[in-house]
Nanobody, 126 residues
Framework: QVQLVESGGGLVQAGGSLRLSCAASGRTRSTYAMGWFRQAPGKEREFVAATKWSGTTYYLDYADSVKGRFTISRDNAKNTVYLQMNSLKPEDTAVYYC?????????????????WGQGTQVTVSS
């Protein structure tokens, strides 16, 4: 089993930046795929960004709404995945969840990830 703990959320003005971190512990070898999802009030949880290891290459995937603004990265030595969020907009306000899984094919879905963190709140003021 993998435990995931997010940090780095907070309140920021529109146009600002935040970096979220997700520290993994436990059976981290089962987390070749790591991702970020978010859930805004009254809305369903949605995919934000993910990275997967193919055996030779790391692939990065992003939701269209965050492409060019958000960057996902991972530090395997620290078992940590990051989400750098720049040019934040009020519509980015949500609880952000870190997720870990073995693999995904394309268009990462919640069902591809078996481990989830508790979430961290990101609020962007206008």
């Amino acid at each position: 089993q993998v435990q995931l703990v997010e940090s780095g959320g907070g309140l920021v003005q529109a146009g600002g930046s935040l970096r979220l971190s997700c520290a993994a512990s436990g059976r981290t070898r089962s987390t070749y795929a790591m991702g970020w999802f978010r859930q805004a009030p009254g809305k369903e949880r949605e995919f934000v960004a993910a990275t997967k290891w193919s055996g030779t290459t790391y692939y990065l995937d992003y939701a269209d709404s965050v492409k060019g603004r958000f960057t996902i990265s991972r530090d395997n030595a620290k078992n940590t995945v990051y989400l750098q969020m720049n040019s934040l907009k009020p519509e980015d306000t949500a609880v952000y969840y870190c997720a870990g899984g073995f693999y995904y094919m394309s268009g990462p879905r919640e069902s591809d990830f078996g481990s989830w963190g508790q979430g961290t709140q990101v609020t962007v003021s206008s």
